[in-house]
């Protein structure tokens, strides 16, 4: 059987974990809608609900709180590593790296696939932040147990209390971004899960992907957009060159949304509050030339802001470092990712496409054709 | 709704010109040249030259490329020690994750493209990942790293670089003959997933990470050393028939046995299998040559089943002194050139791989405040 290129549009699996209506603009998890979810229960509670298929009752949502906040702290072997590297590696090979040592200390990951998720989500933040802290010249903080997930995130970052407000936007974000149905990164986990690998073996192969310019969330192409066009004057310009030039702009087009990507909405309201007038005016101000820019190019076709765009803005104001965004998205992501695992390996068909060859037929030792006998 | 095309069984997801295999036939091409034929004239290095340049190299560019896989043969005292600092009771397909990953941590230089890049990475994990196995082996067992031998090529290296001794012409060419079978076999599943990868636009580091972390699975990669363990198991050819039996009795697989393309032999497992027989003739390990020769009379009498490449591997490494837990990883060694080689199509020609499910979860419902849920 053959497919488009690309397997646009090919279903690979079914899932109960989230509903993307692209038509609509809506993400759906397990049922909830995922821009209802984010600020009014904590990330913990969507990790929950993703990983064992319910929001929890309160005993249940502090027991996984506790699992988590025990669990963040780092062996010695990966602390000497990102002190070993910090200065001169890149962030999310770094983190990749961490995370294929971590599955090979962790002894019992065979034993519970949620079990081994929650451990490793739980110290992804923290890799990122002990490996920042080192770039840094300053030791690695101690995780605060005390804290929630995305507080305590910042809290290792900064080495501060970090600010309610700052906590608040952080954790939307979190839940925002902690699933997306089969990007190409979720599509690799659950490619290398189907296999029978751990979750670490299969977290390392997403993170692989994401590596890449084309995955989505990776906000700090936005970033470096932004501060390249500096003034709101200056954006229409700047992005008449840009797509004269035949080059995308940054945070506008989703494969699978035919319109608002729904999760920007809550990132721009989010943006609104925290950042400074001037960005936001800025920010606020590229968007809207550039719709207009896109669908003058483009008549038939919708391409509006995706999900990158604002958060660049929301990671930035609560202190993230632009060259942490794309470790920021996959800390957020773990929980989707090994959510698909644990999918994965319950009904699972090892993934074995083909390809159609189209090479040359027959040849001999000197690449000449074989003549029929 | 569309089908669901689980696990894209018989799905083609594009066009290759790199391997060519009619699985009812057993025919296994590189590039359009029989297996048989590269397996008997050929070597690693040039095969290796043939899946990523399409053709076969002139004696100027054999030598070319055989002196860019030398040069980038060793490691860097940083990798060394990465694998000093991991627990010595590692599994080696692990380490070998951790070390790919790390040694393609790097950023480029300004100066170099994308392009440029890619294949200089190729070039050195290609050529250092048998190193990074062979070196752990060496580190685990409390023994000084060695540094490559530039007088020697990918196989002999790799028997080297273990034991600190050079390989006899008998053995070097034993292992150089499993080298170019491994390296390469269409879009399975770790070289799917280095191409999902890449079509993200993500490096060649990242997808041949991908890639061996996608070979980690018992369902991919392993069975060479699960076959070993089963011949132990058995112990002598005496109780063959009675493991056989109980096995299928039980249900469960023999391994080594059956392939989900080749439906009546796979090409590799009888080139192989003259290679096992050649190494183990008048050596203590001919017992399991022997055994096995049994096993695949048993099997094929009992469920119509042939071998597959794994079961004469496994063989094969053993009598070449390879220890049981290194097997899954030498399979990584070689058909690390299999997975460049898909990487470098899939850039030539790219599409992200986006794909889609059917949502089977509950319909929509709304937030429960915590406090009134049960």
């Given at each position: 059987m053959w497919v488009p290129k690309g397997l646009e549009g090919v279903i690979v699996a079914s899932t109960e974990l989230t509903k993307i209506d692209g038509q609509a603009g809506r993400l759906i998890y397990r049922g909830y809608d995922a821009t209802e979810l984010a600020g009014n229960v904590p990330y913990e509670a969507v990790a929950h609900l993703l990983w064992l298929g319910g929001l929890p009752a309160e005993a249940e949502l502090l027991q996984l709180r506790e699992k988590l906040g025990r669990s963040r702290a780092l062996p010695v072997v990966v602390e000497d590593f990102l002190h070993s590297v910090a200065k001169v590696a890149e962030p999310l090979s770094v983190l990749q790296t961490s995370v294929s040592i971590l599955g090979g200390l962790d002894?019992?990951?065979?034993?519970?696939t949620v079990n081994a998720s929650i451990a490793l989500t739980a110290r992804m933040p923290t890799i990122v932040a002990s490996f920042n802290r080192f770039r840094h010249n300053a030791s690695p903080l101690q995780p605060r147990a005390d804290l929630s997930h995305a507080a305590n995130y910042l809290y290792m970052l900064t080495g501060k209390e970090p600010r309610p407000e700052h906590v608040r936007a952080l954790d939307s974000y979190f839940t925002l971004l902690a699933d997306h149905g089969l990007g190409a990164s979720t599509f690799v986990a659950r490619v290398a899960a189907s296999t029978l690998t751990d979750v670490y073996s299969a977290v390392v192969a997403a993170i692989s992907a994401l590596k890449g310019p084309l995955h989505g969330g990776a906000p700090i192409y936005v970033w470096e957009m932004l501060q390249s066009i500096g003034r709101p004057e200056s954006a229409r310009e700047w992005l008449r060159e840009c797509l004269a030039k035949g080059d995308r702009i940054m945070g506008f087009g989703h494969r699978v949304y035919r319109t608002e990507d729904p999760r920007s909405k809550v990132l721009k309201r989010l943006a609104k509050e925290l950042v400074k007038p001037d960005l936001f005016h800025l920010a606020s101000t590229v968007e809207s030339e550039a719709r207009e820019l896109l669908r003058e190019d483009h008549p038939n076709r919708v391409i509006d802001t995706n999900v990158e765009f604002y958060s660049s803005l929301v990671l930035d104001a609560v202190g993230i470092p632009p060259e942490l965004f794309t470790c920021t998205f996959a800390c957020a992501r773990s929980v989707g990712w090994t959510a698909h695992i644990v999918e994965q390996r319950k009904d699972n068909r090892l993934f074995r496409p083909e390809s159609e060859y189209k090479g040359p037929a027959d040849l001999d030792l000197h690449g000449l054709q074989k003549t029929e006998a | 709704m569309a089908e669901i095309e689980k696990g894209l069984e018989g799905v083609v997801i594009g066009k290759s010109a790199i391997t060519f295999i009619d699985g009812l036939h057993g025919i296994l091409r590189y590039r359009g040249i029989d297996i048989k034929e590269l397996a008997k004239n050929s070597s690693y290095e040039e095969v290796s030259y043939l899946l990523w340049n399409g053709r076969l190299p002139t004696k100027t560019q054999l030598s070319k490329f055989a002196k860019d896989l030398s040069r980038q043969r060793s490691l860097s005292p940083a990798v060394v020690q990465v694998l000093k600092s991991l627990p010595r009771n590692s599994d080696p397909m692990e380490v070998a994750r951790t070390a790919v990953s790390y040694v393609a941590a790097f950023p480029r230089k300004k100066s170099e493209t994308f392009e440029r890049a890619n294949h200089r990475k190729a070039v050195q994990l290609a050529s250092s990942l048998s190193t990074i196995v062979s070196t752990y082996d060496r580190v685990r067992r409390g023994q000084r790293p060695l540094r490559p031998d530039s007088k020697l090529g990918h196989a002999a290296n790799f028997l080297y670089l273990r034991t600190g001794r050079k390989p006899s012409r008998e053995f070097e060419r034993a292992y150089d003959t499993i080298c170019m079978l491994y390296a390469d076999h269409e879009m399975n599943a770790s070289t799917f997933a280095g191409c999902v990868t890449v079509s993200t636009l993500a490096d060649l580091g990242g997808g041949v990470t991908s890639a061996i972390a996608t070979l980690a699975g018992p369902l991919h990669g392993g069975s060479n050393q699960r076959v070993m363990e089963m011949l132990e198991k058995i112990?002598?050819?005496?109780?063959i028939e009675k493991f056989v039996d109980d096995e299928l009795a039980a249900g469960r697989r023999i391994m080594g046995f059956g392939h989900r393309i080749y439906k009546n032999f796979d090409p590799r497992a009888l080139i192989l299998k003259e290679v096992a027989d050649r190494l183990t003739?008048?050596?203590?390990?001919r017992k399991w040559f022997d055994m096995a020769e049994k096993i695949e009379d048993y099997v094929w009498e009992k469920k119509n089943l042939r071998p597959n490449i794994e079961f004469y591997a496994a063989v094969t490494l053993n009598a070449l002194g390879i220890p049981k837990d290194l097997m899954p990883s030498v399979f990584a060694c070689n058909r690390i050139v299999g997975w460049i080689a898909h990487i470098f199509e899939q850039y030539a020609d790219n599409r992200l791989m986006r794909p889609l499910t059917e949502y089977v979860g509950p319909e929509e419902q709304h937030y429960v405040p915590l406090s009134q849920r049960s």
């Open positions: 002894s019992t990951k065979s034993a519970s | 112990g002598s050819a005496d109780k003739r008048e050596s203590k390990s």
